[in-house]
């Protein structure tokens, strides 16, 4: 079965700063992922997904993953935060595969709050 | 396009009352997914349905909780009797789910319903 592991439950970064959000994955086949933030009070919102078009993922508000399949790796980068950008952010791994059964399960990661410092 | 609609927003209730909470997918959408988010349990999936046909309701805590899909633009989740544990933030989430993995679509979240049971 599929997991993800994001590591850090809490980033804090200065405005201006860079944004490294990390998740490791564990799939037994190529996986399709998305990165999700959650704004309080709200739900969840899709920031980006990869279905291994490019391995270099480009998402809403300036952030991009990048898929590395060596490194079961799938990292959330900003170059520069902004105030907007704290919230709480999570990794997530489908169970769709080529050829196979899905009905678009996603198995979350633990999530990560990010604060950003004035 | 309106998006995954919940109500209600917020609800307080007394222990050991019935609890209803309704969810619209959005149109077209045809896998519904069920969620419940706390501090202690991040984010567990309770049920999802593809097709108006429950899936998989491993993720329901105990028979208290039920939940049905009686159309493609309607779900309930119901607990009965409710209890102070059940207090959480449910969301609710669909996607244009495929029947076999060629391809794969996001899930798009509700706002959610915040429940109290007192």
């Known amino acids: 079965a599929q997991s993800v592991t994001q590591l850090g439950s809490h980033v804090s970064v200065s405005e201006g700063a860079l944004v490294l959000l990390r998740c490791n994955y564990s799939s037994s086949v190529p996986p399709y992922l998305f990165w999700y933030v959650q704004y309080p009070n709200q739900g969840l919102q899709l920031l980006l997904k990869?279905?291994?078009?490019?391995?270099l993922v480009k998402g809403i508000n300036g952030f991009e993953a990048e898929f590395k399949k060596s490194e079961t790796s799938f990292h959330l980068t900003k170059p520069s935060a902004h105030m907007s950008d704290a919230a709480e952010y999570f990794c997530a791994v489908s169970d769709a595969r080529p050829g196979g059964t899905s009905y678009g399960k996603l198995t979350f990661g633990q999530g990560t709050i990010l604060t950003v410092h004035p | 396009d309106a998006g995954v609609i919940q109500s209600p927003r917020h609800e307080v209730t007394e222990m050991g009352q019935e609890v209803t909470l309704r969810c619209k997918p959005i149109s077209g959408h045809n896998s519904l997914f069920w969620y419940r988010q706390t501090m202690m349990r991040g984010l567990e999936l309770l049920i999802y349905f593809n097709n108006n046909v429950p899936i998989d309701d491993s993720g329901m805590p105990e028979d208290r909780f039920s939940a049905k899909m009686p159309n493609a633009s309607f779900s309930t989740l119901k607990i009965q009797p409710s209890e102070p544990r059940d207090s959480a933030v449910y969301f609710c989430?669909?996607?244009?789910?495929?029947?076999?993995?060629?391809?794969?679509?996001?899930?798009?979240f509700g706002d959610g319903t915040r429940l109290s049971i007192l």
């Open positions: 989430a669909s996607s244009a789910g495929v029947p076999y993995g060629l391809s794969n679509q996001p899930q798009h």
């Open positions: 990869y279905t291994s078009a490019a391995t």
